[in-house]
């Protein structure tokens, strides 16, 4: 397949482990998160998202963490899958704007 | 409902040559972005569409151009290719900007 990446972050994992990935944002001034997974040949699949209002959002499976202090979101995603296996990407904007600004991607790769 | 379409799915096109790329939005998404993806850069921002009108355009030369027609679909061009061209152009599209954005499976272009 196609690399969506080189040189990426990577954490492994076994299966049925649960996993934590960490997303530095730039913006201060960013109030919209989303987090995104990329399987190699695709687009990047819409995961879960968290506004600024909020700083715990639980999802299927997925938790999204926001700490605005630190400008910091994390992705936790519960016994993991080989399915789960991708590339993580976070992305933030701001209110009105469509531009997503993305973070550099995380590889996941999860064990049998 | 359909997703996000990005038509073609492969190209092969030439130095110097000049390439459009395609995207139908989801039925009733009226916001339509463009991003390109490379292994060194990442996921950049190019343009968003909103109702026909370009809203906010990435840092890009002027080769990098678009539009967004009345149902929504929207087209990007790039004019005199360039070797470093050579990307995965992403179509996102969502219900209008700063909601929830869904990717096509995107254009790989290759520029030999």
């Known amino acids: 397949g196609e690399s969506v990446g080189l040189h990426l972050p990577t954490l492994s994992v076994q299966e049925g482990d649960n996993s934590i990935i960490n997303c530095a944002y730039s913006n201060s001034a960013s109030d919209y998160f989303i987090w995104y997974k990329q399987e190699s040949g695709k687009g990047p699949q819409f995961i879960i998202d968290i506004r600024s209002n909020m700083d715990k959002r639980q999802g299927q499976r997925v938790t999204v963490l926001l700490n605005k202090t630190v400008k910091h979101l994390s992705l936790q995603i519960a016994a993991t899958q080989p399915g789960d296996s991708a590339v993580y990407f976070c992305?933030?904007?701001?209110?009105?704007?469509?531009?997503?600004?993305f973070g550099k991607g995380t590889m996941l790769l999860v064990s049998p | 409902k359909a997703g996000v379409t990005q038509t073609p799915r492969y190209l092969i096109k030439t130095r110097g040559q000049q390439v459009t790329l395609s995207c139908s939005p989801i039925?009733?998404?009226?916001?339509v972005s463009w991003y390109q993806q490379t292994p060194g850069q990442g996921l950049q921002f190019l343009f968003e569409y909103f109702s026909e009108t370009q809203r906010n355009k990435g840092n890009f030369p002027g080769r990098f151009s678009g539009r967004q027609f009345s149902n929504s679909r929207s087209e990007m061009n790039v004019s005199t290719l360039e070797l470093g061209d050579s990307a995965l152009y992403l179509c996102?599209?969502?219900?209008?900007?700063?909601?929830?954005?869904?990717f096509g499976q995107g254009t790989r272009l290759t520029v030999v």
């Open positions: 039925s009733g998404h009226r916001s």
């Open positions: 992305a933030e904007n701001m209110i009105g704007y469509s531009t997503l600004t």
């Open positions: 996102a599209s969502s219900q209008t900007p700063n909601t929830e954005a869904f």
